[in-house]
C-alpha cells in the first residue's frame, strides 16, 4: 500500500482567555485617565460645578437697598435736630425778651410815679425825670450796652458818627465838642453809635 507524506500541522493560534466580568481594559497612553467620581453623581445629583456661579445681584440689591435705609434715616435725623435746634433758640430769644422787659419795669413804675406828681413843685419833677433817665441807663448798661456821651475825646469811627464839624479854638482838631445823641454798646454790642459834632482842622 502506497504511503503518502503527512503535512506539517498548523500552528494554532494561542487561546483567548476570557476576561472576567468586572474587570476593565488596561488603560491606553493616549486617552484621559477619568477621576474619581464626583459627590452625588452616584445618586444622579448635579455636581457643584453643574449650575455654574452663583449670581451676585440679590447681595448688590441688598446693600443699596441698606444704604438707601440709612441715607433715610440720617435725613430724618438732621430734620428733628434743626427743628429741634429751631425750637431752643426761639425758646432762649424768649427768655431774653422776658428777661430785659422786667429789668425796665421798675423803669416804667418810676415813670408813672413821676406822672401822679405832676402838679407838684417843677423842679421836683425835673429831679425824678432825672433819676428815671439815669435807672434806664443802668439798665442798659447791666444789659451789656454802657452809655457814651463824654466830650472832649477823640473823635472814634468805631463808636462817633459825625453829624457837624465846627470851629473851636478850645478844642484840639479832631476831637469831640458836643454830643447832640449819645451812643450804647461797644464793638459787635454796640446799639448804636454817638452823635457828636468834632473840631474842625485848621
Known amino acids: 500500500m ?12 494561542d487561546p483567548v482567555e476570557p476576561v472576567p466580568e468586572g474587570a476593565g481594559r488596561p488603560p491606553r497612553g493616549d486617552l484621559p485617565q ?3 467620581p464626583r459627590p452625588g453623581a452616584a445618586n444622579g445629583e448635579p455636581g ?30 438732621l ?30 413804675d418810676n415813670l408813672e410815679l413821676a406822672l401822679t406828681h405832676a402838679g407838684a413843685d417843677p ?3 425835673v429831679e425824678g425825670i432825672r433819676a428815671v433817665r439815669d435807672q434806664a441807663v443802668n439798665v442798659l448798661d447791666l444789659l451789656g450796652y454802657p ?3 463824654e ?20 478844642a484840639p482838631p479832631g476831637t469831640v465838642v458836643e454830643v447832640l445823641r449819645p451812643g450804647y454798646g461797644d464793638g459787635e454790642r454796640q446799639l448804636r453809635p454817638a452823635a457828636v ?4 482842622r485848621e
Open 2 to 13: 502506497p504511503t503518502y507524506p503527512q503535512e506539517p500541522d498548523r500552528a494554532a493560534p
Open 34 to 36: 477619568p477621576g474619581p
Open 48 to 77: 457643584p460645578d453643574a449650575a455654574g456661579p452663583a449670581p451676585a445681584e440679590d447681595e448688590y440689591t441688598t446693600a443699596i437697598r441698606e444704604l438707601e435705609d440709612r441715607w433715610r434715616r440720617a435725613l430724618a435725623d
Open 79 to 108: 430734620d428733628n435736630l434743626r427743628k429741634r435746634h429751631a425750637r431752643e433758640l426761639e425758646r432762649e430769644r424768649a427768655v431774653e425778651r422776658s428777661r430785659t422787659a422786667a429789668a425796665f419795669l421798675p423803669v416804667l
Open 123 to 125: 423842679g421836683a419833677i
Open 147 to 149: 452809655r457814651h456821651a
Open 151 to 170: 466830650t472832649g475825646v477823640p473823635f472814634d469811627p468805631a463808636r462817633h458818627e459825625v453829624v457837624g464839624v465846627v470851629q473851636d479854638t478850645d
Open 197 to 200: 459834632t468834632v473840631a474842625k
